[in-house]
């Protein structure tokens, strides 16, 4: 035991849990072996077999062992291992009072994962009023508060959470959407190009960015952003289609057809780019690529009777 102590706190951990069997084979019914065990295997993420040994314990009525929560353990266990059903119902034993904040984190999420959202927005609450430096559960929150189509209080929390920590871009991503969500597009393009400072290879927020700045009609803006990752290769198939939109909208028609032509293998079951693409390139005088695109959105949207028009014109 004193070996496994001294291995587990140089991390060696392998070399821990072996010097542990082999004490547990000698005394297999010794609980300070078996909680070293599973304290051991918590440590390592191996929850798992980490549950097997607490469960043991706790059926011979042991529920606290050196200051540890055995039940919280096995929750939290339980929620690492995406088992949140399990998990709920041993962190759900625990008053709120008694929790820490990991442990409350913890239940919070997940309730949100059992999208039992009421339960989770009342303890990510508790959790802010007990330690509003506790950064991880804005973003958690707001989602929840999403969820239940409350909107503006999201919002106003992922803003907050912003005032806590000023540095993560996936907060300011979803502060970005809630504000889009209110039509404050100006406020979120400041905070996804905020993001996009703070780390410049989340293709997720240049997407996000991008499609606002099309709708937003900043098409020169659109370019600029979406060439320097072309150039490093940093696609997403739909750059192709945004870089189409700015570049017909700038009138480099040229440039529009390359992209269209490049973002087609993405979106052929799109029938909005269907149609798109189709009428650029029939004004572009691409007949093929046009009579091709429009023949699978008339496939796909029948009772479109300008596009069956169209698609007419090419038979006759």
């Known amino acids: 035991m004193v070996q496994a102590d001294l291995y587990q706190t140089q991390e060696l951990f392998e070399v821990s849990r ?20 599973a304290e051991l295997f918590y440590t390592m993420g191996e929850y798992n077999k980490a549950i097997p040994q607490y469960l043991t314990l706790i059926k011979k009525g042991i ?13 939290i266990s339980y929620a690492n291992d995406s088992n949140f059903e399990n998990a709920i119902g041993y962190l759900k034993q625990i008053k709120t009072v008694d929790m820490s904040s990991d442990v409350k984190f913890e239940t919070a999420f997940t ?51 912003l005032s806590v920590d000023q ?14 969500k209110l039509s404050e597009t100006d406020d979120a393009l400041k905070y996804l190009q905020e993001g996009n400072k703070i780390d410049p290879d989340d293709i997720e927020i240049v997407l996000e960015l991008s499609n606002l700045l099309v709708f937003r009609e900043d098409f020169d803006d659109n ?36 992209n269209y032509l490049a973002a087609k ?26 009579y091709e695109l429009l023949s699978r959105y008339v496939k796909m949207q029948p009772n479109d009777e300008e596009a069956a028009f169209m698609l007419e014109e090419y038979l006759d």
Request: glycine share 2%.
């Open 18 to 37: 072996e010097k542990l069997l082999e004490a547990k084979k000698i005394e297999p019914d010794e609980d300070i072996i078996t909680f070293a065990l």
């Open 63 to 75: 529920m606290n062992l050196s200051s540890v929560n055995l039940v919280e353990r096995v929750g």
């Open 111 to 161: 309730y949100l994962q059992l999208k039992e959202y009421d339960q989770a927005i009342d303890i990510f609450k508790e959790l802010r009023d007990s330690d509003p430096q506790y950064a991880t559960l804005y973003p958690y929150l707001g989602q929840a508060l999403k969820a239940t189509n409350k909107i503006e209080d999201a919002y106003k929390v992922l803003q907050e959470g």
């Open 167 to 180: 540095y993560n871009e996936k907060l300011y991503l979803a502060t970005a959407r809630a504000a889009l």
């Open 223 to 258: 370019v600029k952003l979406l060439n320097t990752y072309i150039e490093n290769h940093e696609l997403d198939p739909q750059f192709y289609w945004n870089l189409a939109i700015s570049y017909d909208k700038l009138d480099n028609l040229k440039l529009a057809h390359k």
């Open 265 to 290: 293998p993405y979106f052929e079951d799109n029938a909005d780019f269907l149609k798109e693409a189709a009428l650029f390139f029939r004004e572009y005088g691409d007949k093929d690529n046009s």
